[in-house]
C-alpha cells in the first residue's frame, strides 16, 4: 500500500486546514490507519488514529477538540482536519496504516507498516 499525505502548507494562527492521505488500493479500508507529526527536533509523535472496522477515532490528548479525523472508504481516504493552529502544531504530519492493529497499539509507530511521505503544515503570523 502507498499512502500519499497532502494538504499542508503556511497558515496564520486560528486558521484551519485539511489533511489528505490518499492510500492505493482498497485494503485501506480494512487497515488501522494514524496521523502522526514530527516537530524540527523533535520525535515524532502520535496525534490521531482510526483502528480497522472501527469508526470511533482516538486523539492525543493536546489535540482533542482541535483536531478530527475521518475516513472514506469510497475514495480510500482519510482526513485529517485542524482547527484553531498554534504556532506548536508547525510540524510534517504523515499519515500511517496497517493491517492487524490492536487497540494497545494504536499510539506506537512501531506498530504501523505503511507510510507517506509526510506533509509540511507552518503556523506562523
Known amino acids: 500500500v502507498q499512502l500519499q499525505a497532502s494538504g499542508g502548507g503556511l497558515v496564520q494562527p486560528g486558521d484551519s486546514l485539511r489533511l489528505s492521505c490518499a492510500a492505493s488500493?482498497?485494503?485501506?479500508?480494512?487497515?488501522?490507519v494514524a496521523w502522526f507529526r514530527q516537530a524540527p527536533g523533535k520525535e515524532r509523535e502520535f496525534v490521531g488514529a482510526?483502528?480497522?472496522?472501527?469508526?470511533?477515532?482516538i486523539y492525543e490528548d493536546s489535540v482533542k477538540g482541535r483536531f478530527t479525523i475521518s475516513r472514506d472508504n469510497a475514495k480510500n481516504t482519510v482526513y485529517l482536519q485542524i482547527n484553531s493552529l498554534r504556532p506548536e502544531d508547525t510540524a510534517v504530519y504523515y499519515c500511517?496504516?496497517?493491517?492487524?492493529?490492536?487497540?494497545?497499539?494504536?499510539?506506537?509507530?512501531?506498530?504501523?507498516?505503511?507510510w507517506g511521505q509526510g506533509t509540511q503544515v507552518t503556523v506562523s503570523s
Open positions: 500511517a496504516a496497517s493491517s492487524g492493529i490492536i487497540t494497545s497499539q494504536l499510539r506506537s509507530r512501531e506498530a504501523y507498516y505503511y
Open positions: 488500493e482498497r485494503s485501506f479500508r480494512s487497515y488501522g
Open positions: 482510526f483502528k480497522q472496522n472501527n469508526g470511533n477515532p
